[in-house]
């Protein structure tokens, strides 16, 4: 997993023919293993899988403003609308877009540039879609179009470590060699909403505090539900993935003592024993 955290980025191109059955079966599989991962906060996912109705050649295709193309099929999932529910959105679909990475396939994390509509005949009463992604193998050609949405959303620029994570204060960035900072340097390669990379991170004794930096507007006002949780819940897959590979032992914990901020708000912390 460590190493789709490295290889992944987003696919919003993809190979025009539709997935043969082996392809589908297979990620569909994928898909279900990942039903009864629970987040951080003990909240799974309900997934659904749904073939690209375009390649299906019904009249209604499954729309994205434009901003995905020739994807042969979506996946998404639903929760409800909660900060715990949302942050345990965001941890339990990266590690399906990661593991689907791990397999060759392309994906992009959809939360604000998809009909919403077209997909909620997949949400039970109560549940929200927070995100959907397409899934298909990228094409070869990175578009021009592409390249346009990436370089307007500095797709490929992430803030330096420093700026992200402090040790003991919030005004004090993180040693270059802090004993965590390899594994920091996965969460800082995470994709965010609008790559506005809005975690940081506090570093104090045995613990890490992970907190959220909101954009104005990304809170609640232009989704309906608070986008940036779901940063917060990649942010902490990031890390655990980065964790265990290096034999970390830890676990989460909501430390009701955790350093507060005007600035950030408070997700949850990670707790080592060692
Ligand atoms: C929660 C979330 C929502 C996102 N929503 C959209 C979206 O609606 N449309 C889109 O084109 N990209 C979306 N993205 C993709 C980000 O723009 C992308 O991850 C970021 O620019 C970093 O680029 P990378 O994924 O290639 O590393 C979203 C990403 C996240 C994590």
Redesign the pocket.
């Known amino acids: 997993m460590k190493e789709a955290i490295r290889k992944r980025?987003?696919v919003?191109t993809y190979q025009k023919q539709p997935l043969t059955d082996e392809q589908q079966k297979r990620i569909k599989e994928t898909i279900a293993s990942y039903a009864d991962m629970r987040g951080p906060f003990g909240h799974p996912v309900k997934f659904f899988f749904t073939q690209s109705n375009k390649q299906e050649g019904k009249k209604e295709k499954v729309g994205t403003y434009g901003?995905v193309k020739n994807a042969p099929a979506y996946f998404g999932g639903t929760t409800q609308n909660t900060f715990r529910h949302l942050v345990d959105f965001g941890y339990v679909f990266e590690h399906v877009l990661l593991a689907l990475t791990e397999q060759g396939y392309g994906t992009?994390?959809?939360?604000?540039?998809?009909h919403r509509k077209q997909f909620q005949r997949f949400a039970a009463k109560g549940h929200i879609i927070p995100?959907v992604s397409p899934v298909g193998v990228a094409a070869e050609k990175t578009t021009l179009r592409e390249k346009a949405?990436?370089k307007f959303?500095g797709?490929s620029n992430r803030k330096p470590l420093e700026e992200i994570a402090f040790q003991n204060e919030f005004s004090e960035p993180l040693d270059k060699d802090h004993p965590l900072a390899d594994a920091l340097e996965y969460v800082r390669m995470g994709?965010?909403?609008?790559?506005k990379q809005p975690w940081r991170i506090l570093a104090r004794s045995k613990k890490v505090h992970f907190y959220l930096r909101y954009h104005p507007g990304y809170r609640e006002k232009a989704f309906g539900y608070n986008?940036q949780a779901?940063?917060g819940g990649?942010a902490l897959a990031h890390f655990k993935i980065a964790l265990d590979s290096f034999g970390k032992h830890h676990r989460f914990t909501y430390d009701q003592k955790a350093p507060k901020s005007s600035l950030y708000e408070y997700v949850l912390s990670v707790e080592f024993k060692d």
């Open positions: 980025r987003s919003r901003f992009v994390w959809l939360g604000g540039t998809f995100a949405i990436r959303a797709a994709p965010s909403a609008s790559n986008l779901l940063d990649i």
